[in-house]
């Protein structure tokens, strides 16, 4: 009952956005094409479920639903639908208008344009979630999951910026391998990339240091200094989560075309899927669901890492997107199941300690 209450808004907006698809266009084939479309994107965003949750979680009420409302309709016309038309008009020098008209009126043109815009759409996305990747990878984590290679990660993280050293290299790898005319491009949009993160991310630290540095005076002076505080840390959060979908979206709009040129039904399965991991994320908040299974995390960061490669790497080879979806869906799976039998050799133990030495991650409000 309670995980049919955390879907039933998603099962709702599946249902309406599927009977509209079928109205407008009159072909079952072009339902099921956004059907299958969903089922894709929910497939292959499992991991953008899990680390959304992690940072939900530390919201407050009030940004939580704004990421569930106002996030919701970023996510699905923004990013989904309006963000690639404003890249395909950058890139190829058109105005809005012409975009628009060509998406409505020649889709198989504008994939063409979309794909001739592939070389900043994955750099930028690649560096920005490989950032994510190594910033956790080089962190010091109270629960480990590959315990050997995690602890010897953790000793080179005392080096400072590696992060941004390594990323950079990798930029300047792939626009060493790409076509001559595409380096610039490569180079510029992993720039852009590596600033976009560092700035939202360096928004959330700061806003968040500056909440445990007002909380006390907070306290004593009244709820509305607490408040003020927790809305600049929580629209930091808010900013920062919003990339981060922006750039799993990436790879998924571009590979839709390769199902449907029909640019509405694209955006229909799209949207569908994008309610579904929002969704998702909730559900996983409120069951507490990275408490009890306690690598999800690890295993999300992973495949996260292993999509920022994939992204990179295809700015010069062509990757199936099945292969995409199935190397995140192991590392979600593998992660799965260590936790769960790692709970079991606890509750097996004569005398374990049960759960007590995982940090709480007690599910907030949603």
Do not use: C
Not at 53 to 64: E, F, G, I, R, V
Not at 208 to 232: F, H, I, R
Not at 315 to 325: A, K, N, S
Request: proline letters at 2%.
């Amino acid at each position: 009952m309670q995980t049919l209450k955390a879907f039933r808004g998603s099962l709702a907006v599946t249902i309406i956005t599927l009977a509209l698809v079928g109205i407008l266009s009159g072909s079952i084939a072009l339902v099921f094409t956004a059907a299958v479309l969903a089922i894709l994107e929910v497939t292959l965003s499992f991991d953008n479920a899990v680390v959304n949750a992690k940072y939900l979680k530390k919201m407050s009420p009030l940004w939580q639903r704004l990421f569930l409302t106002v996030g919701i309709l970023i996510a699905v016309f923004g990013m989904r639908l309006v963000f690639p038309i404003v890249i395909v008009a950058l890139t190829a020098n058109l105005g809005l208008a012409e975009v628009v008209d060509l998406a409505l009126n020649d889709s198989e043109t504008y994939a063409e344009e979309l794909e001739e815009a592939k070389s900043s759409i994955y750099s930028f996305g690649g560096v920005f979630l490989l950032m994510i990747f190594l910033d956790w990878l080089f962190e010091e984590k109270e629960v480990k999951w590959l315990v050997p290679l995690e602890s010897r990660l953790e000793r080179l993280g005392k080096l400072d910026q590696l992060s941004i050293f390594i990323a950079g290299i990798l930029v300047l790898i792939a626009s060493a391998v790409v076509e001559q005319e595409e380096a610039k491009t490569v180079l510029f949009s992993g720039l852009i990339g590596l600033v976009t993160y560092l700035g939202v991310a360096g928004l959330d630290s700061f806003f968040e240091q500056e909440d445990e540095d007002e909380s006390l005076p907070a306290q004593v002076g009244g709820a509305g200094a607490a408040a003020a505080t927790v809305g600049k840390a929580g629209f930091a959060t808010f900013l920062y989560l919003e990339v981060l979908d922006a750039s799993f979206s990436f790879d998924g709009v571009i590979g839709a075309f390769a199902i449907s040129t029909n640019v509405l039904v694209i955006a229909a399965g799209l949207g569908i899927g994008a309610v579904f991991v929002r969704s998702m994320t909730v559900y996983l908040v409120r069951q507490g669901t990275l408490a009890e299974y306690r690598y999800l995390e690890h295993g999300a960061h992973w495949a996260i890492g292993a999509l920022a490669i994939i992204l990179l790497i295809e700015l010069h080879y062509e990757i199936p997107e099945v292969v995409t979806g199935l190397l995140g869906l192991a590392f979600i799976l593998a992660a799965y199941t260590s936790s769960v039998l790692a709970n079991r050799r606890e509750r097996e133990t004569p005398g374990g300690s049960g759960d007590k030495d995982i940090p709480s991650n007690e599910p907030a409000p949603v």
